[in-house]
Antibody, heavy 121, light 107 residues
Framework: EVQLVESGGGLVQPGRSLRLSCAASGFTFDDYAMHWVRQAPGKGLEWVSVISWDSGSKGYADSVKGRFTISRDNAKKSLHLQMNNLRAEDTALYYC??????????????WGQGTLVTVSS | EIVLTQSPATLSLSPGERATLSCRASQSISSYLAWYQQKPGQAPRLLIYDASNRATGIPARFSGSGSGTDFTLTISSLEPEDFAVYYCQQRSIWPPTFGGGTKVEIK
C-alpha cells in the first residue's frame, strides 16, 4: 500500500523558514517524480513544486520560485521542501503527492494527509 | 498559465441522481486532464486521468469525457459517499493548474 506521511509543519513568523518532509513507503520511490501541492484554508488546490525521480529536473510555481527548494533522498525514500522567507499567503495545508502517471509532468496519483503551515506574527 | 473554469460551483442533487460537472480550459489542452475528489478532512483522490481513463479502484459510475477545451465528469448514479468537492487539473502546459472546484451536495 502506498503511504506518504508529511511532517514539519507548524506556526512560523513571516520572513522565517521551515522545512517540510515526506516519508514514502509501499512503492519504488526512486522510480517516480514527487510533488508538493498546497491548499489554503477553505480554498482550492495549488501546485507548488515537482522533482523528477533522479532530481535532475525541478519545477516551481511562480508564487514560490526563489524562496522554496525541493529535494529528495532516494536512499531514505524521503522528499523535502525548504521554505524560506515565508509570507502570510503561504499559509496552507501542504500535501506531498506521487506522480505515477505521466512522468515528471504528470498527474498526482497518491497523496499524503498533509502538514499544516501557518505563517503569522 | 492555463486557467480551468469549473461549473457549476455547487450542484445540489439527491442520491441516485446523475451528476454532470464541467471544466473548461482557457486554451486547448488536448486530453491532458484529470479529475480529483476531495471529501472534508481528506486528501484529494485521483478519479480520472487523460480525460477519460479511470484510475485504479475507481467505480464505473464515474466517467470522464472531452478534449481540447471542454471536459465533463459524469457520476451516473450518486452514492452517499460521492458527495464531495471535485477538482479538474491539467498537465498539458506547465505549470499544472487546477480548477476552482465543484461541490456536489445533498439536496
Amino acid at each position: 500500500e502506498v503511504q506518504l506521511v508529511e511532517s514539519g509543519g507548524g506556526l512560523v513568523q513571516p520572513g522565517r523558514s521551515l522545512r517540510l518532509s515526506c516519508a514514502a513507503s509501499g512503492f519504488t520511490f526512486d522510480d517516480y517524480a514527487m510533488h508538493w501541492v498546497r491548499q489554503a484554508p477553505g480554498k482550492g488546490l495549488e501546485w507548488v513544486s515537482v522533482i523528477s525521480w533522479d532530481s535532475g529536473s525541478k519545477g516551481y510555481a511562480d508564487s514560490v520560485k526563489g524562496r522554496f527548494t525541493i529535494s529528495r533522498d532516494n536512499a531514505k525514500k524521503s522528499l523535502h521542501l525548504q521554505m524560506n522567507n515565508l509570507r502570510a499567503e503561504d499559509t496552507a495545508l501542504y500535501y506531498c503527492a506521487a506522480g505515477f502517471i505521466g512522468g515528471t509532468y504528470g498527474y498526482f496519483d497518491n497523496w499524503g494527509q498533509g502538514t499544516l503551515v501557518t505563517v503569522s506574527s | 498559465e492555463i486557467v480551468l473554469t469549473q461549473s457549476p460551483a455547487t450542484l445540489s442533487l439527491s442520491p441516485g441522481e446523475r451528476a454532470t460537472l464541467s471544466c473548461r480550459a482557457s486554451q486547448s489542452i488536448s486530453s491532458y486532464l484529470a479529475w480529483y475528489q476531495q471529501k472534508p478532512g481528506q486528501a484529494p483522490r485521483l478519479l480520472i486521468y487523460d480525460a477519460s481513463n479511470r484510475a485504479t479502484g475507481i467505480p464505473a459510475r464515474f466517467s470522464g469525457s472531452g478534449s481540447g477545451t471542454d471536459f465533463t465528469l459524469t457520476i451516473s448514479s450518486l452514492e452517499p459517499e460521492d458527495f464531495a468537492v471535485y477538482y479538474c487539473q491539467q498537465r498539458s502546459i506547465w505549470p499544472p493548474t487546477f480548477g476552482g472546484g465543484t461541490k456536489v451536495e445533498i439536496k
